[in-house]
């Protein structure tokens, strides 16, 4: 009895691409209840953000909605075979709370919300499209032409909501300078009332302090040497410690720039000075 191997099948030239969107629009019609759910949650939790519960709610349909996002930008990244990365803001290292506002504070964020509603309308009729063309006997040869065309154009669909387009581009990040612009700004008043108390409970009163104590040796002087003398020995004290509260407040406020470019302070005899600590770094 010969056995004889089994005839390889010989699938025409594109099968394998067309199989692979296949694959992709069968993923993205399971993801169907997935974008519901994350859209009532995240709706749900808006309006009741007012409500403690609210909250949980709202971050708990954020977090699903990015999970469906980020997928479904890989999805279309591999479909048209162009990168898209995730154009979202940076969140704080600060509690849920200061991240949550953060999210919400991202044109992003709503623009997802938006495309879980498209995704589960206009993108599941595409992707489901293709999944039963495939399976169907009479769509195999619609399939074979429709299949490409019409995951193209839901990874368009995609890219549009979950995608900056270069204009908006420029926009969210003049939008976000402005921002971190506002926060420097406020930052360097700070700064600056933290250098006025510091000076004006430190130095400056021990400044004053020894003001009036010379006076007092002064006056005193010729009735009593030895108080004279031991008022101007605490006078010197006090002379120390005004220079060591100068020193703390001028360490504390010397330009990061120079600590960048390799440069550090240090105390001197004569007071401080900048000195180089390594190579400047160039960016």
């Known amino acids: 009895m010969t056995i004889t191997s089994p005839t390889p099948v010989t699938r025409p030239p594109g099968f394998g691409r067309r199989a692979r969107l296949t ?38 349909g954020l977090a699903l909605t990015r999970a469906a996002a980020d997928r479904h930008r890989a999805l279309a990244a591999r479909i048209t075979g162009v990168a898209m990365p995730t154009p979202r ?46 399976v169907t006997v009479v769509g195999g040869l619609v399939w074979w032409f429709a299949a490409p065309a019409l995951m193209s154009l839901r990874a368009g669909l995609d890219r549009a909501l979950l995608y900056y387009a270069r204009s908006e581009q420029l926009e969210v990040r003049v939008a976000h300078l402005t921002e971190v612009r506002a926060e420097v700004v406020d930052h360097s008043a700070a700064e600056l009332r933290r250098i006025e108390r510091d000076l004006h409970d430190g130095a400056q009163a021990r400044l004053v302090a020894l003001s009036m104590t010379l006076g007092l040796a002064d006056d005193v002087y010729e009735q009593d040497a030895d ?6 020995r605490d006078s010197r004290d006090s002379t120390q410690a005004a220079l060591r509260d100068l020193r703390s407040v001028v360490r504390s406020i010397h330009p990061p720039v120079l600590a960048d470019r390799g440069l550090a302070v240090e105390d001197t005899r004569d007071g401080q000075r900048w000195r180089r600590i390594a190579e400047p770094t160039r960016g």
């Open 23 to 60: 694959g992709y629009a069968l993923e993205q019609v399971l993801w169907f209840p997935v974008l519901l759910i994350a859209f009532i949650v995240a709706v749900v939790g808006a309006g009741l953000s007012l409500v403690a519960v609210g909250l949980p709610l709202f971050w708990a």
């Open 89 to 134: 803001r940076r969140l704080p290292d600060a509690g849920w709370l200061a991240r949550l506002q953060a999210r919400a504070e991202d044109p992003m964020t709503w623009r997802e919300l938006v495309w879980t509603l498209v995704a589960a309308s206009a993108g599941f009729t595409l992707a489901l499209s293709v999944v039963l063309l495939f």
């Open 227 to 232: 108080l004279a003398r031991k008022m101007i």
